[in-house]
């Protein structure tokens, strides 16, 4: 990042101009402790004698570091110029009818407001403002509820309400910085994200996107945040750039947008939420602990039916629950009597309840395993009754002291977001140990931190961008694309296209039984003609079908029929200009679409990269001896995979799109077959790759 924000965004000095909004701003950043100068500057106000007011910005005493400019966006203008030329650090701009109404002459105001500006930064248009919570400064018309902190996070929202959503939250979420970005005329929330790294007190990044404009220097910015050991978390709203093209496979298809985004995000080390909810949970745990290593959890509570339904809610997550050691449960089983079942979820039961002494003995030993993370679900009751209170924040104090002691990383949880009470909240922060609210985002928090933790530690930025954009592509036919297959060390059926006519004597020659195609540039799905003739087994069947694809097409692909695989995906790649070449692998055939099981990788990939992707498919266990199915060659479709790969990096080859579905895995050593694909590039591209390449 080449700005400097340190003056816009932790300024000495502010000033204040228009009329009611910018009235509620001054009176905001005055409540909220700023030590500093804050000048309103209203000339019909000051020209009235009204006290406090100033007429222009040049009669200030001093120039001010920030200006919140409450106006319309004429005067804005017009101020940004000023404050420009009087060496002002820099403008939060309120007003909108910027970039966001390009049909009302709104990129022309947008236009002549940089020109304005001429590099001095401007936060917005059309954004509420900024609060810097570490430095008592408030230049946001909202009331600020977050107290003084000496670490906390940072939030980055395109949205004003999104951002006054997480600042009215009663989360107990520790906020350093809010920043309102509005339309990024100027600065950005990339950079706005650099100025919070440089900052040693921000302890994470959230961020609400409604757009990744530029891909590569979000990753920078990802990369730039591991390196300083500051997570960051996302809601991206909307539909990324990578769908604006119109894919005609199945690939393109099944992997939409968000689903490249997904997996760019996850490659770089950024956490996705879906929630506002989950991305305060989540800011939280890792102001707290960080990212973690491992996604092994451990929890407890003195109910058996919130144990039991956390046991449900965390189906499906990608979180383990570890055995409990046979030295814990033999502790456990000590202190909490025969009548107690130890697991994990533990339901201690309610016997020690009232008893902080045998309480923090029993967190104590609980927390002597193998878990990542340590876990208390206890809803507190909202009642008057101190004597009441008491008798649930003894648990809390008590986890916490077992925690001190074993010194792991925990959290005190509510079932419910509401039932965790202010005391509760400051009590568990101070300590260390994360205050979460709700069991859903507790652990959707836990799960995002491990990934990004995971992902740290297998740390590999995707290429981007070495698509261009293509002003023509053709389509191959399905033999020229199995010969560049092969070329590229994919196996494919033994097959001859031939005139429609010669087919059947082709039939023969291949040896029954054979598959026989339509094949034809203009067919991309050819079970949509009715192109496909499967299970030819006999010289009949093969005059019969041969004659009635003919009618189709002039050109007819025979090639063998493979009978003895054991498993079906889909292996498919293309490339966006921005977000470079991505390639998605998942259950094959006629299921592609229905079932929804595949995954994205984006390049460079290994083979190790490849199987783990390949292990979290459910179809993935009908290679693995599923209900005693034969064995799949799984290093062969690893290969296939890798090779498409090549394929699709290669600039040379020109591919846009790439598809083989089904690819045919085989027993082991009998290898993976390519039997139906679909290539798509730029024309006038090489024809495949060489033993040389």
């Not at 695989?565 to 299921?591: K, T």
């Not at 459910?618 to 498409?644: C, E, N, Q, T, W």
Request: with cysteine.
């Amino acid at each position: 990042m080449g700005t400097d924000l340190v003056r816009l965004i932790s300024p000495k000095s502010v000033a204040i101009l228009g009329g009611r909004w910018a009235d509620l701003v001054a009176d905001r950043c005055r409540e909220f402790g700023f030590q500093g100068p804050v000048y309103q500057v209203h000339p019909k106000r000051a020209s009235a004698g009204q006290e406090g007011y100033w007429p222009s910005l040049d009669a200030l005493p001093t120039v001010p570091d920030c200006v919140f400019l409450g106006i319309n966006r004429d005067a804005t203008i017009e101020a940004v110029q000023q404050l420009r030329v009087l060496g002002g650090g820099g403008a939060i701009c309120f007003a909108s009818g910027f970039s966001e109404r390009p049909h009302h002459g709104g990129t022309n105001y947008n236009s002549r407001l940089l020109e304005a500006a001429a590099g001095m930064p401007l936060l917005g248009p059309n954004c509420f403002g900024l609060v810097n919570v570490f430095d008592r400064v408030s230049l946001f018309p909202e009331p600020i509820v977050a107290r003084s902190a000496e670490r906390g996070v940072c939030i980055i929202a395109q949205s004003g309400t999104v951002a006054c959503d997480v600042l009215f939250a009663k989360r107990h979420l520790p906020i350093g910085y809010i920043f309102s970005t509005g339309n990024q005329s100027s600065v950005t929330s990339i950079d706005l994200g650099y100025a919070a790294l440089n900052d040693p007190r921000v302890t994470a990044i959230g961020m609400y996107l409604e757009s990744v404009a530029d891909p590569a220097a979000f990753r920078d910015f990802a990369c730039a945040a591991r390196d300083k050991k500051v997570p960051i978390v996302v809601i991206k709203a909307g539909r990324s750039k990578v769908a604006r093209n119109i894919t005609l496979s199945h690939t393109g298809a099944m992997a939409g947008s968000e689903r490249y985004l997904d997996a760019f995000l996850q490659r770089i080390g950024v956490g996705r939420c879906d929630t506002l909810a989950e991305l305060v949970e989540t800011l939280k745990l890792l102001h707290v602990h960080g990212p973690f290593g491992g996604n092994c959890l451990a929890i407890c509570g003195g109910s058996g039916g919130d144990m039991a339904i956390a046991s449900d809610v965390l189906q499906g997550l990608d979180i383990q629950l570890p055995t409990v050691r046979p030295e814990t449960r033999d502790d456990l089983g000590k202190i909490l009597g025969d009548q107690v079942r130890v697991s994990n979820p533990l339901d201690f039961q309610t016997g020690i309840w009232h008893d902080e002494s045998k309480l923090c003995q029993m967190f104590s030993a609980f927390q002597q395993g193998d878990a990542d993370l340590y876990g208390f679900f206890v809803d507190h009751p909202n009642s008057e009754s101190k004597a009441h209170r008491e008798s649930y924040e003894v648990t809390v104090r008590a986890f916490i002291a077992a925690t001190l002691k074993t010194g792991t990383r925990a959290f005190v949880a509510s079932t419910l977001p509401e039932s965790t009470p202010p005391v509760i909240g400051e009590l568990a922060i101070e300590s260390g140990v994360a205050p979460m609210q709700g069991m859903w985002e507790t652990f959707r928090a836990f799960e995002i931190s491990s990934q990004i933790g995971s992902s740290w530690h297998e740390f590999k930025p995707p290429l981007l961008g070495q698509g261009e954009g293509a002003d023509s592509v053709c389509t191959l036919s399905e033999f020229d694309a199995k010969k560049m297959l092969l070329s590229a060390g994919i196996k494919t059926p033994n097959s001859i296209q031939v005139a429609a006519n010669d087919a059947s004597k082709m039939a023969e020659v291949i040896g029954y039984p054979v598959v026989m195609k339509v094949s034809s540039e203009l067919i991309q799905h050819k079970t949509e003609v009715d192109g496909i003739a499967i299970n030819v087994d006999s010289p009949s069947t093969a005059i019969k079908e041969a004659a009635r694809l003919g009618k189709i097409t002039d050109k007819v692909l025979v090639e063998e029929m493979i009978v003895d695989g054991i498993a079906e995906f889909i292996v498919g790649a293309n490339v966006d200009h921005e977000f470079g070449p991505a390639v998605l692998v998942g259950a094959g055939g006629v299921l592609a679409e229905l079932i929804e099981d595949s995954v994205i990788l984006l390049p460079p990939f290994s083979r190790e990269d490849v199987l783990s992707a390949l292990s979290r498919l459910r179809s993935f266990r009908l290679m693995s001896g599923y209900r005693k199915r034969p064995l799949g060659d799984i290093d062969a479709l690893i290969s296939a995979v890798i090779s498409v790969a090549e394929l699709i990096q290669d600039r040379a080859l020109g591919i846009v799109e790439l598809e083989i579905n089904p690819i045919i895995v085989r027993a082991p050593g009998l290898g993976a077959v390519a039997v139906d694909s679909f290539i798509r590039r730029k024309t006038g591209s090489k024809n495949g790759r060489t033993s040389e390449d």
